[in-house]
């Protein structure tokens, strides 16, 4: 596989083999690639909670356990007052 990189890229990954962080060029596209994978896995697994959470939402209203907009919006309004008065 052959990879163009800006001069800009290309002068971040010598910095960084220059710092004694890594090694070789190699190593720091190795080593960036590692941590998207990683943010990726993180996104997707976040993704897929938000998914099932959903899902929970919507059965629930379904059932018809929901509860109105504006009760809501007073109920935290009154959550925050409080702790602000705590606070102070």
Known sequence: MYVSL???LEQFIQSQVESGKYSSSEEVILAA?????????????RFEEL????MIGVEASERGE???????FHQLQQKLQE???QAS
């Open 83 to 85: 702790r602000r008065e």
């Open 51 to 54: 998914q099932r959470l959903i």
């Open 33 to 45: 690639i590692k941590q998207l994978e990683v943010r990726e896995n993180i996104y997707k697994g």
């Open 66 to 72: 929901v509860i109105d907009g504006e009760t809501v």
């Open 6 to 8: 800006t001069p800009e």
